[in-house]
């Protein structure tokens, strides 16, 4: 008979393993995510300091997302092979160096090799967090998604705004010093754990790409997130380096973005209970709409009070595309192969933001109003397929 008191220091470990299950990879992509919310508006300051022109600027943003897609694809594919936690360490403690170079940096070159190990970085972490969280908590997958998305979201939200009141003078490399305190502490977190919930999973498929990519219902997910993302990623380049040039403080662009990501914050807290519901094909068809008009909104009017309404309309549109694209994502991944399937999740994003920024990056607000309509137009197309084309029980169920 085994004693009570071991009972309970086992139900207590097992207790605090789950904790850290679900504490470790919310850090991490808060880290992750101030990534993606502080540097559009550090894009300005480096562009002043290096000298660079605005298409040399657009390869140091897009070394970072270049570095996503190659890194995602490794991390998804080891994750499926390898222990998830060690993959998930690694990755952060990559990214983690990646932005101490980057804070470090005097010359382009140091900063391109610091926003490529950060990018490889990432990418080997970033598709193992919804499947490490949907594994803590599988009774409520969409729930914990949403929680995750909002916890990170308010976080940054925060930042740009804490950053742009307090600590704009003191420097940009400031702001990679604190991503990378970020994620050791999520790596602190992880590796002190006494122990593990973690598991290689039991059932296993064949790590083949092409058997990812040939599910129809899965190719139609991930057109959707290159066009949103791709959409929101432009939206994210373009705007700080406008108000930049048209005299806006940096508190002012502090603001604009941390109303976009209070807004996706908060989007994301009021839909936690409906992304598990008949109601998630209506969301996604939502958010192309609410970006589209984001975009458009800021591509015509130069006074802060539209532009802040357009963060408004782009946040919103973020939050109703975040969760549910990556839960329809792991529902249609075939068995064995979800980190695999979250990879390309963010592969997908991260092309599509690469893509739209370098063809974008220098052109007129008409021309990127069209575009950006365009591939919202799409990713609508997109899922309104995946909602009344003969998989909307899947989707809802």
Avoid at 117 to 127: A, E, I, K, Y
Avoid at 135 to 154: D, E, H, N, Q, T
Avoid at 158 to 171: C, K, V
Avoid at 272 to 300: C, E, K, Q, T, Y
């Amino acid at each position: 008979m085994v004693p009570a008191s071991v009972k309970v220091d086992k139900e207590a470990a097992l207790a605090a393993s789950k904790r850290s299950a679900l504490i470790a990879p919310i850090v991490a992509n808060i880290a992750f995510v101030m990534e993606l919310t502080l540097v559009p508006m550090l894009l300005p300051l480096i562009q002043t300091q290096f000298g660079l022109t605005i298409g040399g600027l657009a390869w140091v943003f897009n070394a970072y997302g270049i570095s996503v897609a190659l890194g995602v694809l490794l991390g998804g594919w080891f994750g499926d092979i390898f222990r998830t936690t060690k993959v998930f360490g690694f990755g952060i403690a990559v990214f983690a160096a990646g932005s101490l170079l980057v804070a470090m940096a005097d010359s382009v070159q140091l900063l391109i090799v610091g926003r490529i190990l950060q990018g490889l970085g990432g990418g080997l972490f970033s598709p193992l967090v919804p499947l490490l969280l949907t594994r803590a908590s599988p009774a409520k997958p969409g729930r914990v998604l949403i929680l995750w998305g909002s916890i990170a979201g308010y976080c940054a939200a925060f930042t740009p705004l804490i950053y742009g009141s307090t600590l704009a003078d003191q420097g940009w490399q400031i702001a990679f010093l604190a991503i990378a305190i970020t994620a050791l502490a999520a790596l602190f977190i992880l590796y002190v754990a006494s122990a593990s919930v973690d598991s290689v999973p039991k059932s296993r498929s064949k790590n083949n790409l092409s058997k990812l990519l040939r599910n129809h219902k899965l190719s139609a997910t991930f057109v959707y997130i290159f066009c949103t993302y791709g959409s929101i990623s432009y939206f994210l380049f373009r705007l700080p380096i406008w108000l930049s040039g048209n005299d806006f403080m940096a508190a002012n662009t502090g603001l604009v973005l941390s109303v976009l990501w209070l807004t996706f914050s908060g989007m994301s807290t009021l839909l936690r209970n409906w992304v598990d519901s008949p109601n998630l094909g209506r969301i996604m068809m939502m958010a192309p709409l609410l970006i589209a008009a984001g975009v458009l909104l800021s591509s015509f009017y130069d006074q802060l009070i539209p532009l802040l309404f357009s963060s408004v309309l782009v946040g919103s549109g973020l939050a109703c595309s975040n969760a549910p694209s990556t839960q329809l994502t792991l529902r249609f991944a075939p068995n064995g192969m979800s980190a695999m399937a979250t990879s390309l999740d963010i592969t997908f994003a991260r092309l599509g933001g690469i893509a739209t920024v370098s063809v974008l990056a220098s052109s007129d607000a008409t021309m990127a109003a069209v575009s950006t309509s365009v591939l919202c137009l799409v990713a609508l197309f997109c899922a309104s397929i995946l909602y009344n084309g003969g998989s909307s029980a899947e989707l809802n169920s």
